[in-house]
């Protein structure tokens, strides 16, 4: 056995890359519930459907992350490896940019509301 077993993969690049998006949807999950429990307290009824809603997404997001993981170690068929990480990056993106949206409207509700 040589010094560097896994040469072949060029390295871990893209399940280290892989694994931090599937953390920052982690961490986005978490704030999405931080604000639904504002929005339930605050008696924000449609706030919180919407936090909710978004909640659910963003754990579905991190189930697609965690399948990509194991489609990049070679788990899911002869063609591991080859797909793009553009969708991916999207959902990260969309799970970030919708935990943005909930917690200014929340904050906005907040303020305003009393």
Do not use: C, K
């Not at 920052?24 to 919407?50: E, P, Q």
């Not at 591991?80 to 904050?107: C, H, K, Q």
């Amino acid at each position: 056995m040589t010094r560097f077993a896994i040469t072949d993969r060029g390295g871990l690049q893209p399940e280290r890359t892989t694994l931090s998006w599937q953390r920052t949807a982690v961490s986005a999950n978490i704030g999405v519930v931080a604000v639904l429990l504002v929005d339930v307290r605050g008696h924000h009824w449609a706030l919180a459907l919407l936090s909710a809603v978004a909640a659910l997404a963003t754990t579905g997001f991190v189930n697609l992350l965690r399948r990509r993981v194991g489609h990049l170690s070679g788990g899911y068929g002869a063609e591991a490896g080859a797909a793009s990480p553009w969708p991916d990056m999207l959902r990260v993106g969309a799970v970030v940019v919708t935990l943005a949206a909930l917690g200014i409207a929340t904050a906005v509700a907040v303020l305003l509301g009393g």
